[in-house]
Nanobody, 116 residues
Framework: QVQLEESGGGLVQAGGSLRLSCAAS?????????MDWYRQAPGKQRELVATITSRGSTNVADSVKGRFTISRDNAKNTVYLQMNSLKPEDTAVYYC?????????WGQGTQVTVSV
């Protein structure tokens, strides 16, 4: 069983930066799996923001390309989301996730609020 715990959310002014962290526990195979960051804004569907594969290849959504960067530290079982040039439309609850077989594991989420 994998447990995921996000941290690093908060309130920031537009144009500012935040770094989210997601620590994984309960799995000794962290480095072998892709990790994802999703977000869900009020009244909207959850959307995939960024993915990093086990080999370190990354992909980010067009809406955050050039502003957000995903990375991982396998020694710490942690994945990060560096968010720069934040916009009010980035306001959402951010979740990290990973899939083991057919089971998707989610963290509890961390709130990011970007003020104008």
């Amino acid at each position: 069983q994998v447990q995921l715990e996000e941290s690093g959310g908060g309130l920031v002014q537009a144009g500012g930066s935040l770094r989210l962290s997601c620590a994984a526990s309960g799995s000794i195979f962290f480095s072998k799996y892709a990790m994802d960051w999703y977000r869900q804004a009020p009244g909207k569907q959850r959307e995939l923001v960024a993915t990093i594969t086990s080999r370190g290849s990354t992909n980010v959504a067009d809406s955050v390309k050039g502003r957000f960067t995903i990375s991982r530290d396998n020694a710490k079982n942690t994945v990060y989301l560096q968010m720069n040039s934040l916009k009010p439309e980035d306001t959402a609850v951010y979740y990290c996730a990973t899939k083991r077989g057919n089971l998707q594991h989610w963290g509890q989420g961390t709130q990011v609020t970007v003020s104008v």
